[in-house]
């Protein structure tokens, strides 16, 4: 059984993430997560990308509105509205809890990585999900109006301001996550998963060393864009506004040189002439688990026929 790294951040990432959880038992896997939206809110310690898949992997991902928990309720953050709080950023009482946990086990002396462990255990999951840093690294979204905080951009300002670029600050102090940096050496592969490119992937890749690391591993990558759309989250928005054209061919060449193959959906096939690196063609919009489970098993072949 090969071991994987797979490289992930938001709803995208974690639907594949679950069809490869179910195609690799838990000491073959290992799940690298965008830490760059992290932030503090209401004096919790909020991880979306590490939440997003920590739900999706225990199947109590909300699929009704598309992020958070299932079964979810929202006494406290309308009751925190009434009071004239910040309501901005919609804590369901579920996950309200999460965060809570989270928190006071960074505030006894936890870091990030063992309170993941901590949480995720509970909610029995196998799989280890590892921040990309225990080190904390803070997106910055420059845009038309102003550097914004990540989630200030994304969900208090819907994504509406007109994206001039990306930071991410604390990066150059910040180390790669010791459970990712003890599984390179015996990884067999890495999958980039569909996740945007530019603040779910990048900040995992700029970790001081990620490239150089993942120079002697065959990695592949999985578009977010198909038709010239982003399934899920600003993508297409972002490269638009950068003036990068929306295609599935211009997310590879992002990725440049440290791709060895590149997944695109059946829909961009006429593209695959333009992308350098092999590439591999089929249905990438993840609508079921069945449909999840399938596109992982395409990808973990693909990576075997090129290494």
Not at 283 to 289: E, L, N, P
Request: aromatic share 6%; net charge negative; glycine share 8%.
């Amino acid at each position: 059984m090969p071991k994987i790294l797979a490289i992930t951040g938001g709803v995208g990432g974690a639907k594949l993430a679950l069809g490869l959880s179910k195609c690799l038992p838990a000491q073959d896997l290992l799940f690298a997560v965008n830490t760059g939206d992290d932030f503090n809110h209401l004096d919790l310690h909020i991880a979306p990308d590490i939440d997003s898949l920590t739900y999706a992997l225990a199947e109590q991902n909300n699929t009704e509105l598309g992020w958070g928990r299932a079964d979810e309720s929202w006494q406290f953050i309308e009751t925190m509205s009434s009071l004239g709080g910040q309501s901005w950023f919609r804590l369901g009482d579920k996950d309200l809890a999460l965060h809570m946990r989270r928190t006071g086990l960074l505030k006894q002396g936890a870091s990030l990585t063992e309170a993941t462990a901590i949480i995720t255990k509970a909610m029995g999951i196998k799989h280890v999900i590892a921040p990309m840093s225990d080190e904390p690294v803070r997106t910055l979204v420059h845009s038309d109006r102003g550097t914004l905080a990540f989630q200030h951009y994304f969900v208090r300002e819907r994504c509406e301001p007109r994206v001039t670029g990306f930071d991410f600050d604390g990066i150059s102090k910040a180390t790669i996550n010791p459970l990712i940096q003890s599984f390179l050496p015996i990884c067999d592969g890495v999958i980039i998963c569909p996740s945007n490119p530019f603040v779910s992937v990048d900040p995992v890749l700029t970790l001081p060393g990620m490239r150089e690391a993942l120079t002697r591993i065959p990695v592949i990558a999985v578009s977010p864009i198909v038709a010239g759309l982003a399934i899920k989250g600003p993508a297409a928005k972002m490269m638009a506004e950068l003036k990068i054209p929306a295609t599935a061919s211009a997310v590879a060449a992002h990725y440049g040189d440290l791709l060895s193959g590149f997944v695109l959906d059946q829909r961009d096939a006429d593209q695959q002439s333009a992308i350098t690196p092999k590439s591999y063609v089929t249905d990438t919009i993840m609508d079921s688990v069945k449909k999840r489970i399938q596109l992982a098993q395409g990808c973990l072949k693909f990576l075997a026929e090129l290494a």
